[in-house]
């Protein structure tokens, strides 16, 4: 395994990288979500446009990859707040496994909702 | 005095953070639902405009949205970009600034 | 496996690179026990530390196979599955030379977190009481086995990202002493280890609670610190 990979193989560690990538991607995105949105007020024809072009399957693929990333910061985040707020146990260390699997079967049930 | 403004700002981080696990649950079971019903974008203009309620709701929204994310960024760009200081601020109090902008008028869009 | 291939971080300050000797293996072997043998036989320049042996110093912590460890503590057969060794000194801390880092940095950060114990009474006064059920005990007894042998500060990539970061460690004992009942440097102690390059920098990742060999958790400190510092900051008292 990559020597910068061996010590910061273990679970904490990959909650911390999702919960910051997908932070940043979110971060990325909000003002063009917001900025199409807004396109409603007076481009409605624009925004139709735009919601014909989302109708496609590569484009639906990348909103089921951005609800997975809200879906995983969010649980990413609840994980902190245990950890930050409660008193330390040692069943802590299982969160991230848990933050993993909730945020796994939102964007599932996101998928099967299509 | 930078220890009083680190607290403020992970106190002001983790309020918001609470406050969007509320939304991002409702906002999630919306579009789940929006998605399962096979709403389009008229249908859900239908139900969404002239809302108050849901006007309130992510309203609220925005506001922990644009207190959130600016914090949130002010810790990449420190640790990754090695960016530290009083432009660093200036910079994200501008990107929260614009995404309250950009926030408003697809609320308005949308609800009003 | 009959022998061993173990490359050893060789250099100073400026740099330096791996070099490669051949160890035999032993059916009870640890990485001190390897460390001493290529010193002893086979490149007497070779500069490492240790003292104890018996895991109660902290003093032989390195770099084995990407990992901060004791070496006097972590047998042969826990991390070599291959034969292959790989050592280099503790990161995140200045190289002297060879395995031997200096650890300055480390104790400098601890006093500026105001890890240090400042009581209230004097030899004319009676015993303070501490409770040893007492929350606040429990949660100090939790964290006071720390011996500063700098495995978590090594482990840490906040410290790697932020050259201020004063670091678990440090934070750890600075928690220790803010629920200690017998302090009197609190409030001022709170403001030492608050902001950008104390326990707000820390960012969860668990690689210290991961790897200190007395099982402590610093990140448990360090929360306690960072929920101290908001309640003293809200009440206007930071």
Known sequence: ?114 | MSARREALLWAAQRASAALLALCVMVHLATMIYAVHSGLGAAQILERTRGNAAWLGFYSVFLLAVVVHVPIGLRAVLAEWLGWRGASRDWLLAAFAAALAWLGARAILGVFL | MKTLQVRVWRGGPQGGDFQSYQVPRQASQSVLDVVTYIQRVLEPSLAYRFACRVGMCGSCAMTVNGVARWTCRTHVDQVCADGRLELAPLANLPVIRDLVTDMREFFDKWARAKGRFEGRRTRRDDFERVAPDSEARKQVDAAIECIGCGVCYSSCDVVAWNPDYLGPAALNRAWTLLRDVRESANPGRLRAVAGDAGCHACHTHLSCTERCPKHISPTAGIAGLKRAAAAAALKGEL
Do not use: C
């Open chain 1, 1 to 114: 395994m990559n020597p910068a990979l061996r010590a910061r193989n273990h679970p904490g560690y990959w909650a911390f990288l999702v919960h910051r990538v997908s932070g940043i991607l979110l971060a990325l995105y909000l003002p063009a979500h917001f900025w199409v949105l807004g396109l409603a007020l007076h481009d409605a024809a624009r925004l139709d446009a735009f919601l014909r072009w989302t109708d496609q399957p590569l484009v639906r693929f990348g909103e089921w990859g951005l609800v997975l990333l809200l879906a995983a910061h969010f649980t990413g985040g609840l994980r902190l707040l245990v950890l930050e707020f409660l008193p330390w146990r040692e069943w802590h260390k299982g969160l991230a496994a848990v933050a993993a699997g909730v945020s796994l079967v939102l964007a599932l049930a996101f998928a099967l909702a299509l």
